[in-house]
């Protein structure tokens, strides 16, 4: 398979539930998109809109009985559905081919244990490094991402380190292995704007160094910007619209991404102005709505809205957005000015 013209990883029709006291809570409905090689794609949204679902069902995170992946999802890693994947393909692609970043690094780090011995742990596994290569190789993945005193820090525990600290002691394990996909779920959440940046340029500096492929969880449209070269905006289990950096900052063509730009707070706003906020609360996955999932929060919401959901439509290259708006007989509406003020 040339990888050139072929996408490193597809995902197709995802369908994902997780089975609660209360019902079947309808998490990730269809979801679809591709990741080349070296390309950086952002998946943005509110809390519980699936983005964190959807990167655990790349990393097979997805357990029995709570969760459930659904018949035809289909996830291809080099053209190969690694939902077939057997045990010992999992221990491969995990950590080896494809590895993750969590946002709370002090709950994925092990408390007993060193952070230089999770590294090893990691290099011995995929690697097939020897005890004192890995500890060299440890040494030398905390020197890369930024950590003072290498050679003293690889023998802490994970407690004894800030948090900014913590979130490259997880950078450094997930390319530890050189993996090829690099999913970041949420990574500077509960860091400071300055911390944010630095952990922002190491990974895109591995990523251009590596040519690794990069999926950014977030729900921060600043942290994006800066990073991805491809953004799909998640609603409520669903991909509304998706397309390049520009497409998406500067042809928005869907009212949920045209709310989550007004959204992100701006240097230049007066003093006391009100941030701009998206009114009501995203539907209850219990029971999704038939039509659009945004149909009670939108201000263009017609009667077609709420009765069926619309297809996707395509507006060049990889743009497209799924809203009723762009049917040819929707009244026609103006894109609204995103500086601020209301909707």
Request: hydrophobic share 35%; glycine share 8%.
């Given at each position: 398979?040339?990888?050139?013209?072929?996408?490193?990883?597809?995902?197709?029709?995802?369908?994902?539930?997780?089975?609660?006291?209360?019902?079947e809570v309808k998490a990730v409905r269809g979801v679809q998109f591709s990741l080349e090689k070296g390309q950086a794609?952002?998946?943005?949204?509110?809390?519980?809109?699936?983005?964190?679902?959807?990167?655990?069902?790349?990393?097979?995170?997805?357990?029995?009985?709570?969760?459930?992946?659904?018949?035809?999802?289909?996830?291809?890693?080099?053209?190969?559905?690694?939902?077939?994947?057997?045990?010992?393909?999992?221990?491969?692609?995990?950590?080896?081919?494809?590895?993750?970043?969590?946002?709370?690094?002090?709950?994925?780090?092990?408390?007993?244990?060193?952070?230089?011995?999770?590294?090893?742990?990691?290099?011995?596994?995929?690697?097939?490094?020897?005890?004192?290569?890995?500890?060299?190789?440890?040494?030398?993945?905390?020197?890369?991402?930024?950590i003072p005193e290498p050679e003293k820090r690889v023998r802490q525990y994970p407690h004894e380190f800030s948090g900014?600290?913590?979130?490259?002691?997880?950078?450094?394990?997930?390319?530890?292995?050189?993996?090829?996909?690099?999913?970041?779920?949420?990574?500077?959440?509960?860091?400071?704007?300055?911390?944010?940046?630095?952990?922002?340029?190491?990974?895109?500096?591995?990523?251009?160094?590596?040519?690794?492929?990069?999926?950014?969880?977030?729900?921060?449209?600043?942290?994006?910007?800066?990073?991805?070269?491809?953004?799909?905006?998640?609603?409520?289990?669903?991909?509304?619209?998706?397309?390049?950096?520009?497409?998406?900052?500067?042809?928005?063509?869907?009212?949920?991404?045209?709310?989550?730009?007004?959204?992100?707070?701006?240097?230049?706003?007066?003093?006391?102005?009100?941030?701009?906020?998206?009114?009501?609360?995203?539907?209850?996955?219990?029971?999704?709505?038939?039509?659009?999932?945004?149909?009670?929060?939108?201000?263009?919401?017609?009667?077609?809205?709420?009765?069926?959901?619309?297809?996707?439509?395509?507006?060049?290259?990889?743009?497209?957005?799924?809203?009723?708006?762009?049917?040819?007989?929707?009244?026609?509406?103006?894109?609204?000015?995103?500086?601020?003020?209301?909707?």
């Amino acid at each position: 398979m040339n990888e050139q013209n072929n996408p490193i990883l597809e995902v197709k029709n995802l369908r994902v539930s997780y089975h609660t006291y209360a019902g079947e809570v309808k998490a990730v409905r269809g979801v679809q998109f591709s990741l080349e090689k070296g390309q950086a794609l952002a998946i943005v949204g509110e809390s519980g809109c699936g983005k964190s679902v959807t990167a655990k069902s790349i990393m097979g995170l997805i357990k029995a009985p709570q969760g459930e992946m659904k018949e035809n999802s289909e996830i291809l890693y080099h053209g190969e559905n690694i939902l077939k994947y057997n045990k010992k393909q999992w221990q491969h692609y995990k950590g080896g081919e494809c590895a993750i970043i969590f946002q709370d690094a002090l709950a994925s780090l092990n408390p007993t244990m060193r952070v230089g011995k999770q590294i090893m742990e990691n290099l011995m596994g995929h690697k097939n490094m020897t005890k004192q290569e890995a500890a060299k190789e440890a040494v030398e993945m905390l020197r890369m991402v930024g950590i003072p005193e290498p050679e003293k820090r690889v023998r802490q525990y994970p407690h004894e380190f800030s948090g900014g600290m913590r979130q490259r002691v997880m950078i450094a394990i997930a390319f530890a292995c050189d993996p090829k996909i690099l999913i970041c779920d949420e990574p500077t959440t509960a860091l400071d704007v300055t911390i944010q940046g630095q952990i922002l340029d190491i990974i895109k500096n591995l990523q251009k160094k590596n040519q690794t492929s990069v999926i950014m969880i977030t729900h921060d449209l600043g942290v994006v910007a800066n990073i991805a070269q491809k953004i799909a905006v998640m609603y409520s289990g669903i991909i509304v619209e998706s397309g390049t950096c520009e497409d998406i900052f500067y042809r928005p063509r869907h009212p949920y991404t045209w709310a989550l730009i007004r959204s992100v707070p701006r240097l230049d706003l007066k003093n006391k102005q009100e941030l701009a906020t998206i009114p009501g609360t995203p539907p209850d996955l219990l029971n999704p709505p038939v039509g659009c999932p945004f149909c009670t929060r939108c201000s263009y919401c017609m009667p077609i809205c709420k009765e069926e959901m619309p297809e996707a439509t395509e507006f060049g290259g990889e743009h497209k957005a799924a809203c009723w708006l762009h049917h040819p007989m929707a009244p026609k509406v103006e894109m609204p000015n995103l500086e601020g003020g209301e909707l």
